[in-house]
C-alpha cells in the first residue's frame, strides 16, 4: 500500500527556515516524480515544487523560485523541501505527492500525504 508521510512542518518567524520531509513507501520511488503542493485556507492547492525520478531538473512556483529547494535521496526514498527567507504568505498545509508525470498539474499525482502545517509569522 503506498503511503507518503511528511513532517517537519512548524511556526517559524518571517526570514526564518523549514526543511520539510517525506518519506515513501509502496511506491517505486526511484522512478516517481515527487512534488510539493501546498493549499492555503481559503485558496486552492497550488503547486510549489517538482523534481523527476533523475533529479536532473526541478521546477518551482515563482513565488518560491530563489528560496525553496526541492532534493530526493532515493536510496531513502524520501524527498525534502527547503524553505528559507519564508514570509507570511507561506502559511498553508504542505503536501508531498508521487506520480510518474512531472507537471505542477495536481491532478496527475497518484499518491499524496496527509500535509503537514507551516505557519509563518510577521
Known amino acids: 500500500q503506498a503511503q507518503l508521510v511528511e513532517s517537519g512542518g512548524g511556526l517559524v518567524r518571517a526570514g526564518g527556515s523549514l526543511k520539510l520531509s517525506c518519506a515513501a513507501s509502496g511506491i517505486t520511488f526511484s522512478l516517481s516524480t515527487m512534488a510539493w503542493f501546498r493549499q492555503a485556507p481559503g485558496k486552492e492547492r497550488e503547486f510549489v515544487a517538482h523534481?523527476?525520478?533523475?533529479?536532473?531538473?526541478?521546477y518551482y512556483a515563482d513565488v518560491v523560485k530563489g528560496r525553496f529547494t526541492i532534493s530526493r535521496d532515493n536510496a531513502k526514498n524520501t524527498v525534502y523541501l527547503q524553505m528559507n527567507s519564508l514570509k507570511p504568505e507561506d502559511t498553508a498545509v504542505y503536501y508531498c505527492a508521487a506520480g510518474r508525470i512531472s507537471s505542477g498539474d495536481s491532478s496527475l499525482y497518484n499518491y499524496w500525504g496527509q500535509g503537514t502545517q507551516v505557519t509563518v509569522s510577521s
Open positions: 523534481r523527476s525520478w533523475s533529479s536532473i531538473r526541478a
